[in-house]
């Protein structure tokens, strides 16, 4: 494997906006780190809370190419597959949530929110960032409007961070090339394995609309089927409520 880059930042905005910001000094697979973040920036326009140190938050700068490929809109799900297998070493049971979002007892742990670095039409590369609570407070918790769990709450001791971001790049750069040349087929059997949505009736929000249905499976490109009677809906964007 390549050489990686690693730069720790003690206190930023976002991770995200930082390896944006300066996409053009940093070179392919560098692990960008935060201690704290103060505007961490989620899916679909949220916020992502800074629980403090000793949480996980890290932006990898991915360039693998010159131009876009339509299999890097399935590294969230990738890096989804790879932090689940990081977490059942841990001896949990983790589940996926669809797209991205990876869940322990029904409690998210973790998001994951890409972003392209486009420059009028040139493609300057991803940002693929993640944060994972490792070391949360429960009453911490009262600031997020969602359930959520943090990885020393699962196993009732502290979590070393350092290994913890060690095992998780390791796993995410192991098979990272396969994945890019293969995309979603490479990691559809693991992903679905993992999956807590299949044959559920759903509702889901997309920009402005939602849409109800059961979920009958993922396609090849890990968009989300949904059936309603007659109809059948491939959704590539949204988030289940
Ligand atoms: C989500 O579930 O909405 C995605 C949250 C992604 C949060 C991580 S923390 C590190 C990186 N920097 C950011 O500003 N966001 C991502």
């Known amino acids: 494997m390549d050489e990686l880059r690693e730069i720790y930042l003690e206190n930023i905005d976002s991770t995200n906006r930082w390896a944006k910001n300066n996409i053009d000094t940093l070179a392919d697979k560098t692990v960008v780190l935060a201690g704290t973040q103060t505007q961490g920036r989620g899916r679909l326009q949220r916020i992502w809370v800074d629980l403090g140190k000793g949480n996980l938050f890290m932006s990898l700068v991915l360039k693998p190419a010159e131009t876009f490929d339509e299999h890097y809109s399935n590294l969230t799900q990738y890096l989804s597959v790879c932090l689940c297998k990081v977490l059942e070493n841990y001896g949990l049971n983790p589940e996926i949530k669809w797209p991205n979002d990876v869940l322990i007892n029904g409690k998210k742990i973790a998001g994951i929110l890409s972003e392209a670095s486009v420059r009028g039409t040139t493609f300057k590369g991803l940002v693929l960032g993640i944060g994972v609570n ?32 060690t095992a998780l790049v390791e796993e995410f750069f192991k098979n990272y090339d396969e994945f890019l040349a293969k995309g979603f087929e490479f990691i559809k059997k693991d992903y679905l394995s993992r999956a807590n949505f299949l044959d559920k009736e759903l509702c889901v929000a997309l920009i402005n609309e939602t849409k109800t249905g059961v979920a009958k499976g993922v396609t090849d490109n890990g968009e989300l089927i949904l059936a309603n009677g007659e109809n059948e809906f491939i959704l590539n964007i949204g988030d289940i409520l």
Do not use: P
């Open 134 to 165: 490792l070391n949360a407070k429960e009453a911490d918790f009262a600031q997020i409007d969602k359930q959520v769990t943090a990885l020393n709450l699962e196993l009732a001791h502290a979590v070393d961070l350092n290994g913890f971001k």
